[in-house]
């Protein structure tokens, strides 16, 4: 069965640091994409970065990077000089495969804090 | 690009009334929209797919004649809360894609309160 990570509940860090957020998944499955959704407290849910698994390079928008070890099965987020916009929940994604209804795995979420 | 409209964006009502809550993709087509229910400090649990032109299709545990799905064209989605009562009370999320590979792009989300 497919599944999908988040470690982390919670994390806080002073503005301007780097953080990283961890996400894992199980599949069988060998080209699929993988998606980092942010929800800040207004509760719109705002996709973030998108990882297409046959693609050896990691995405990259803007201040934020993601770490794709597809061995691992790993797809970290990283934040790099954090701002106090960025505090919100945080949660990785991963479709239902094969794509069939394209449905979405949800992570549980890590709420991150940035501090001022 | 790719917005998608929720509304209403909050819903108080009493008890036993029937709550319609709409979905529209304002600058894209799209096939499939989802409808999630997300309670507090939780994540997103999906309660149905709706392709256009079909009938939705429920996750294990939710009530089609609860939650009534209508898919009528490429752009509007409609959640039907009917008779509803006090635990029906939370925030509703719809999604839209276009296709299987697209990212899901959300609404701002409904929440609802049931007196």
């Known amino acids: 069965a497919q599944t999908v990570t988040q470690s982390q509940p919670e994390m806080s860090v002073q503005e301007a640091e780097t953080v990283t957020l961890s996400c894992t998944y199980d599949?069988?499955?060998?080209?699929?994409?993988l998606f980092w959704y942010k929800q800040p407290p207004s509760r719109q849910m705002i996709l973030v970065i998108r990882?297409?698994?046959?693609k050896q390079q990691n995405a990259t928008e803007n201040r934020f990077s993601v770490n794709f070890q597809k061995a691992a099965k790993s797809f970290s987020l990283k934040i790099s000089d954090s701002q106090l916009g960025d505090t919100a929940m945080y949660f990785c994604?991963?479709?239902?495969?094969?794509?069939?209804?394209?449905?979405?795995?949800w992570g549980a979420g890590t709420k991150l804090i940035i501090k001022p | 690009g790719a917005v998608v409209s929720q509304h209403p964006s909050w819903v108080i009502c009493k008890s036993g009334t029937s709550v319609k809550i709409e979905c529209r993709s304002l600058?894209?087509?799209?096939?499939?929209m989802f409808w999630y229910r997300q309670f507090p400090k939780q994540s997103l649990m999906l309660m149905a797919t709706?392709?256009?032109?079909?009938?939705?299709?429920?996750e294990q545990g939710v009530e089609k004649d609860k939650f009534l799905i209508n898919h009528a064209s490429l752009t509007l989605s409609t959640l039907t809360v009917t008779s509803a009562h006090p635990e029906d009370s939370s925030f509703y999320i719809c999604?839209?894609?276009?296709?299987?590979?697209?990212?899901?792009?959300f609404g701002d989300g409904t929440r609802l309160s049931i007196l």
């Open positions: 600058d894209f087509q799209a096939t499939t």
């Open positions: 994604a991963f479709p239902v495969l094969p794509y069939s209804n394209y449905q979405l795995i």
């Open positions: 999604s839209a894609s276009s296709w299987g590979n697209q990212p899901q792009h």
């Open positions: 599949t069988s499955e060998n080209n699929y994409y």
């Open positions: 709706s392709n256009e032109g079909s009938k939705a299709t429920y």
């Open positions: 990882q297409e698994a046959y």
